[in-house]
């Protein structure tokens, strides 16, 4: 069975930088796509940053050029490094992966979340 484990969301201060994990276990044939999308309370979950395999990172324009997302397939890790955190990043932060399994059933998984909160 797969599970998206996240770590290392916090409390920071405005200006700081957080750094998040997410790692895939369970067995599987393929990462198509992993990324990390956020939600606000009273808002709706929104994309972050995204990387399919292969392929080029997307990202959200509110968080273009301080948050970096960067991956070690072999290890089936995704990261998110954030810097210059901003009160308005506050949220909670899910994993999110696109894979395919043995059997070739191809599935979203999301983790079970990580809180992050910028203080000002």
């Known amino acids: 069975q797969v599970q998206l484990v996240e770590s290392g969301g916090g409390l920071v201060q405005a200006g700081g930088s957080l750094k998040l994990s997410c790692t895939a276990s369970g067995t599987m044939l393929s990462i198509n796509r992993m990324g990390w999308y956020r939600q606000a309370p009273g808002k709706q979950r929104e994309l972050v940053a995204v990387?399919?395999?292969?392929?080029?990172?997307t990202y959200a324009d509110s968080v273009k050029g301080r948050f970096t997302l960067s991956s070690d397939r072999v290890e089936k890790t995704v990261y998110l490094q954030m810097n210059n955190l901003k009160p308005e990043d506050t949220a909670v932060y899910y994993c999110?992966?696109?894979?395919?399994?043995?059997?070739?059933?191809?599935?979203?998984?999301w983790g079970r979340g990580t809180q992050v909160t910028v203080s000002s």
């Open positions: 999110n992966a696109d894979i395919t399994s043995t059997n070739y059933y191809r599935r979203n998984y």
């Open positions: 990387q399919p395999a292969g392929a080029d990172t």
